[in-house]
């Protein structure tokens, strides 16, 4: 008897399986039947086996060919098998098994069941099983609704039938879907290799441009980072080379921003220079009051002196008072007169 | 539970998981992915431009010798927080050892700014020859210091110092 931890694990194991189930059917119920595999590769390849040998059913490009063989598919010789293998190759293969080597029925189910169609089926099973359930497999087909019940075609088929047949198949290497034949639908039973393998071994162009267009992005990782690594080695290479020929040219602006810099400053007059010319031109009566230089080099000049025509006569010549025009004149103290003067560049 | 529910919702459902999981793995791999690669790309881009950068400077012809600037014509300093201050310093102790009083002495920003300029703004008071001494130390000397705007002005009573308010201005550059 189970553990309660060991039912439990196996009641969740069976739930999410029972979802994966539901959801991939709903999925695939969405897209039209067989659409992918149609649209990724349109040859197929039928192998009939029926009582007597088997019939082969080849359609390629619209174009369908039929091949009969009176021995049974395990009697056959190599060359059979040759010629049977070119026509599976590149093909969507599809062995399918018929009556008396299948069994086929039709099971009645609530509509409730839909989404725990194989659990509805395997409580069933012991029923309409010929043989007991643990020698045969089984599958479902596509259920339809009738009366407001689910009617569901139910394929069995011998597990060591299935067995010869899957080992032949994969010691030859021919991949394919063994299927019953229900009423007139197809039901696969086994696939020959993982039955995910097979149905995406067609579209294998597919697969191929896939693996290409989602390697793009770390292709072009791999890429940017090995051209990186060869640019960064050849750029410390070059500021190697090009450090002496940088600093020459750093030194030399900065020795033409240093003249930019001081170009300014000798256009400035000195002020101790028009002080000492002041002294030197003016009469000694003269009294200068105030001297006042501008950014734009104009220079203003207030003075009390007692003849403004000795001051004039003193200051017009200057170099250092170029333009210079009298602005004012009025009455000082002690017979003086306040004179203010403006030169300018 | 999802038996009760209608085929139609049902396919709504298995839809809206499927967009879901697409979503997330969108989130969770692919838009970090296109971020790395991003990245890497952009970098590549940036280490080609170095590149470029670099031989486009090594392809071209050395510059020609020029003549250096006399070290003694601007102050040598680091940057130019350095260069006013030292020429702060230089106009308090030109001052001082003139008899002056520094009523003050502020760096200021050169007008028109450049970088390769400092200003301070100063205000002087003292005796006549004190005054005259200090222009003819600050502006003959090294370096060469210029006053861009300034006024002199004569003691209101005989005997009283004289008041000069000026910007010096002076231009610095890194020692060599």
Known sequence: ????????QSNLAGMIKDAWHWWVDELRNILPRDSLVHFAQSARTDVWLTRTGVEVEHVAGGIGRRFANDVPLEAFEDKDWEQLAELMRGSRVRVILQPPR???TQVRLPAAARTRLRHAVALQLQEFSPLEPDRVDWAVGRPKIDGGQLAVDVLLAKRSDLDGLQALFEGLELPCQICGLA?????????????????????????IVAGLLASIPFTTLAGAAALGWSNAAEVKTLQEQVEPKLALERDLHGNEALRAALAPLTKISAASMLLDDLAA????????????????GTTELDLVAPDPDIVAG???????????????????????????????R | MIAQLSPFTR?????????????????????????LVHDNVAHLADVRFERLRLETIEARPNPPPGDPVPQEL??????????????????????????????????????????????????????????????????????LVRLAQWTLAAPDAPGGPMQLDAEAVAAWGPAR
């Open chain 1, 183 to 207: 009423g007139e639908d197809l039901i696969p039973l086994r696939s020959v290799r993982d039955p995910a393998q097979w149905r995406f071994q067609i579209p294998r162009n597919w697969l």
């Open chain 2, 11 to 35: 396919k709504l459902l298995a839809l809206t998981i499927l967009f879901l999981l697409l979503a997330g793995v969108i989130n969770l791999l692919v838009v970090p992915l296109v971020g």
């Open chain 1, 1 to 8: 008897m189970p553990s309660l931890s060991e039912a439990v």
């Open chain 1, 314 to 344: 003193a200051l017009e010549l200057d170099p250092l008072l170029p333009n210079l025009t009298q602005v004012g004149q009025t009455p000082a103290r002690d017979n003086g007169i306040a004179l203010s003067y403006r030169a300018s």
């Open chain 2, 74 to 143: 601007y102050i040598h300093a680091a940057d130019a927080r350095a260069a006013a201050a030292q020429l702060s310093s230089l106009i308090t102790a030109a001052a001082q050892g003139n008899g002056l009083t520094v009523e003050q002495s502020t760096e200021s920003l050169p007008d028109p700014p450049n970088p390769r300029l400092v200003a301070a703004q100063i205000r002087l008071s003292g005796p006549e020859a004190g005054m005259m001494r200090f222009l003819n130390a600050l502006e003959g000397g090294k370096p």
């Open chain 1, 281 to 296: 031109r003016l009469p000694h009566a003269a009294y200068v009051k105030a001297v006042r230089y501008q950014r734009d």
């Open chain 1, 102 to 104: 299948v069994y086929a």
